[in-house]
Nanobody
Framework: QVQLVESGGGFVQAGGSLRLSCVAS????????MGWFRQAPGKEREFVTS????????YYADSVKGRFTISRDNARNTVNLQMNSLKPEDTAVYYC?????????????????WGQGTQVTVSS
């Protein structure tokens, strides 16, 4: 079955960096668009960033543009999220997701598979 396993979350001070990774199995990874979403306590899940199957197209929420970078390694079935200049408002559970059309979509309902999430906490 399909599994998406996130890692790399943790606790960091404002201005710091973290790198999240998501390893996929049970699907043809190189044909899927991949995305990262997050959900803070008491808030709805929101789009963070996504990448098309080729890696040639990426999309970012305005709140993370210039600070976060998504990348993928199709040989390793991995998608990464480099997060720099972290702010307390970035605190959330971060979820990796896969969508079969491969476009790198921006709406959660367009995604077919989800990971369990990894907690990111940024202190002020």
């Amino acid at each position: 079955q399909v599994q998406l396993v996130e890692s790399g979350g943790g606790f960091v001070q404002a201005g710091g960096s973290l790198r999240l990774s998501c390893v996929a199995s049970g699907l043809s990874f190189s044909t899927y668009g991949m995305g990262w979403f997050r959900q803070a306590p008491g808030k709805e899940r929101e789009f963070v960033t996504s990448i098309a199957w080729t890696g040639g197209k990426t999309y970012y929420a305005d709140s993370v543009k210039g600070r976060f970078t998504i990348s993928r390694d199709n040989a390793r079935n991995t998608v990464n999220l480099q997060m720099n200049s972290l702010k307390p408002e970035d605190t959330a559970v971060y979820y990796c997701a896969a969508e079969r059309l491969g476009w790198g979509r921006t709406k959660g309902y367009e995604y077919d598979y989800w990971g369990q999430g990894t907690q990111v906490t940024v202190s002020s």
